[in-house]
């Protein structure tokens, strides 16, 4: 059983540190590991705009210099904590680390990525190629 409220209190926790001076909008990202962590994330904005680092990718930064693993659930929230769905380019980061099985808790409830993000380019297809 994935305990979704923790993670949603450790989103909102997360997104209180949020450097969104452009978009006024900040989110919070909160991940289960394999090994039980808990890994959180906020997105930083940059003056140039399209170089914004979302929640997500704070969290996957985390993953990794907290020891990696395999992230089991995650979902990311807005500065109201409530969910949201996260971007694209975020589904593509989020499925590196978690593969088809991860779990996303979206406005729409628990989704797998193979929903999210079906047909997903990743590790396994470079290592066909090889
Ligand atoms: N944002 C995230 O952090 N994650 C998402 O999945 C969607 C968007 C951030 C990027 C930007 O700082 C702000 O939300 C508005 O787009």
Redesign the pocket.
């Known amino acids: 059983m994935i305990d979704w409220k923790l993670l949603q209190d450790e989103a909102i926790l997360a997104s209180k540190f949020a450097y969104?001076p452009?978009?006024s909008?900040p989110?919070g990202?909160a991940g289960l590991v394999s090994d039980g962590r808990i890994v959180s994330g906020c997105?930083v904005?940059n003056a140039s705009y399209g170089l914004?680092l979302?929640?997500?990718c704070s969290m996957v930064s985390n993953l990794i210099m907290s020891g990696g693993g395999r992230l089991v659930a995650a979902l990311?929230v807005d500065g109201k904590g409530e969910l949201?769905?996260?971007?694209g380019r975020?589904r593509q980061l989020l499925f590196e680390h978690g593969g088809d099985e991860l779990q996303l808790l979206t406005p729409s409830g628990a989704q797998p990525m193979s929903v999210m993000l079906p047909w997903g380019f990743g590790p396994d297809d470079l290592d066909q190629k090889k």
Do not use: D, K
């Open positions: 969104a452009y978009s909008f989110v990202a997105n904005e914004t979302c929640a997500e990311c949201l769905s996260p971007c975020c």
